[in-house]
T-cell receptor, first 116, second 115 residues
Framework: AQSVAQPEDQVNVAEGNPLTVKCTYS??????LFWYVQYPNRGLQFLLK??????LVKGSYGFEAEFNKSQTSFHLKKPSALVSDSALYFC??????????????FGAGTRLAVHP | EAGVAQSPRYKIIEKRQSVAFWCNPI?????LYWYQQILGQGPKLLIQ????????DSQLPKDRFSAERLKGVDSTLKIQPAKLEDSAVYLC?????????????FGPGTRLTVT
């Protein structure tokens, strides 16, 4: 079965320090991977995606993610965290059995807390 | 461009009552999704429409949940009768194509509390 795992419920980091939010996946074939962010009382916002090509993907708000096929990972990173980055982050993978339709399977989410 | 609109934002009902949620996707987006997000979990797809046709409703509890998108634009999700375990945020999303790899755009969600 296809799945996404986010092993950390919460990540704490000091403002200005680099941050990493981890994601591993299990799919058959080549994965299509996504990161979304959710601020309180708001819907999910798209950050970035990996479909093919360069393993380092750059997205919105200075975030980037590194695709590692051998480790089946797609970790979200940012060189210098801001307090305003504090939110809930979701990793998602396209369901490859969805017959060409863009069905996503989401992880459980990781809460990022950036402290001043 | 206007985003995905949802209403109401909050709803409190008693178990066994019925409730309906409304979603208006981004103009021109052919694909519309309804997700259920239970506290502490990621969103789970309930139903996916391509224009006014259903392409995936495999995780929709059809004995109590129903959804329609009659004119291929806005959509309604209904629960009847509601159970305590239906307490969740119901998210609507849309994307510009049914096939291909396009990001989904989400509305603010409707928080449902069943007492």
């Amino acid at each position: 079965a296809q799945s996404v795992a986010q092993p950390e419920d919460q990540v704490n980091v000091a403002e200005g320090n680099p941050l990493t939010v981890k994601c591993t996946y299990s799919v058959s074939g080549n994965p299509y991977l996504f990161w979304y962010v959710q601020y309180p009382n708001r819907g999910l916002q798209f950050l970035l995606k990996y479909i093919t090509g360069d393993n380092l993907v750059k997205g919105s708000y200075g975030f980037e993610a590194e695709f590692n096929k051998s480790q089946t990972s797609f970790h979200l990173k940012k060189p210098s965290a801001l307090v305003s980055d504090s939110a809930l982050y979701f990793c998602a993978v396209r369901d490859m059995a969805s017959g060409g339709y863009n069905k996503l399977i989401f992880g459980a989410g990781t809460r990022l807390a950036v402290h001043p | 461009e206007a985003g995905v609109a949802q209403s109401p934002r909050y709803k409190i009902i008693e178990k066994r009552q019925s409730v309906a949620f409304w979603c208006n996707p981004i103009s021109g987006h052919a694909t519309l999704y309804w997700y259920q997000q239970i506290l502490g979990q990621g969103p789970k797809l309930l139903i996916q429409f391509q224009n006014n046709g259903v392409v995936d409703d495999s995780q929709l509890p059809k004995d109590r949940f129903s959804a329609e998108r009659l004119k291929g634009v806005d959509s309604t999700l209904k629960i009847q009768p509601a159970k305590l375990e239906d307490s969740a945020v119901y998210l609507c999303a849309s994307s510009s194509e049914g096939q291909g790899i396009y990001e989904q755009y989400f509305g603010p969600g409707t928080r449902l509390t069943v007492t």
